[in-house]
């Protein structure tokens, strides 16, 4: 369930502040590449995150092929898409369309939602036989991002926190509405194959909300375990660099393995 908790997966320094972060320039593009096992052996996910950062405009597309370990999807081949909008300085995101495909499941479904006015409206094609009990109502709707956008959110310092890595994140996925509430760490070396150096390290718990099967929302247990992510400065943006979680078989953890923040790369 890590992209219902990684894509995030996507900085200024700890001690600055969200304001001072809105007046930096930010990248034109940011792409990540990420690897991850858990008891270190067994391997478990592989992603990637693009976000296109325009004028007034953003981008971003992911793909998770994972082994249901992860927060954000529990499916196991996902490529996904998301395209909307941003404000003066542009790090406040609001997206207009978003879709995912998953390869795997077998059912040629593609999981859409648009964004009416704010308000996050599924579009899927063939329609679950559920939408959960209780569904996300049209108010649980309303604000809320896709799971892409989130993960961009968090990269540009999301606006809800005054500082990176603070505050909450309403999400939803074209069925489920949950929040994602961050909570900051410290600053703490990572040594990765794509990136070495300090980067922030940051507490997130997925907090459900609606639009559950009986069965399937996270239990308690579920939601009081973080997901740990290491955010790095880079550009004026706080990309992830590291994620961990606690699973039921061992600890998973997923590092970043290509990064690159800067110019629309050709």
Known sequence: MLF???????????????????????????????SGSVLVAVPVANITITAWLHEDTY???????????????????INATTTGYRDNPGRALSPWRYEHF????????????DFEDGRAVPDVNPPFGSMGEPPASDEEREGALDPVTAMISIMLS?????????????????????????????????????YR?????????????????????????????PINV???????????????????????????TRVYAGPMAQ
């Open 4 to 34: 219902r908790t990684a894509i995030a997966a996507f900085t200024a320094t700890a001690a600055l502040s969200g304001a001072q972060a809105g007046a930096a320039a930010l990248p034109e593009q940011i792409h990540v590449e990420y």
């Open 59 to 77: 981008a971003g597309a992911a793909n998770f092929r994972a082994g249901g370990l992860l927060r954000w999807f529990d499916d196991t081949d």
């Open 102 to 113: 998953n390869h795997a499941s077998g059912t040629n479904r593609t999981v859409g939602i």
């Open 158 to 194: 999301q606006p809800q926190g005054e500082r990176p890595c603070e505050g909450r994140i309403p999400v939803f996925d074209g069925k489920a509405r949950y929040d994602l509430r961050l909570e900051r760490g410290s600053m703490e070396q990572v040594n990765a194959r794509g």
């Open 197 to 225: 150096g300090q980067a922030l390290r940051c507490r997130i718990f997925l907090e459900p909300i609606s639009g559950y099967d009986e069965g399937r929302k996270p239990t308690e247990e579920d939601t009081a375990r």
């Open 230 to 256: 290491w955010l790095a400065d880079m550009e004026g943006a706080w990309v992830p660099v590291r994620f961990r979680a606690r699973t039921r078989i061992g600890d998973a953890t997923i590092t970043a």
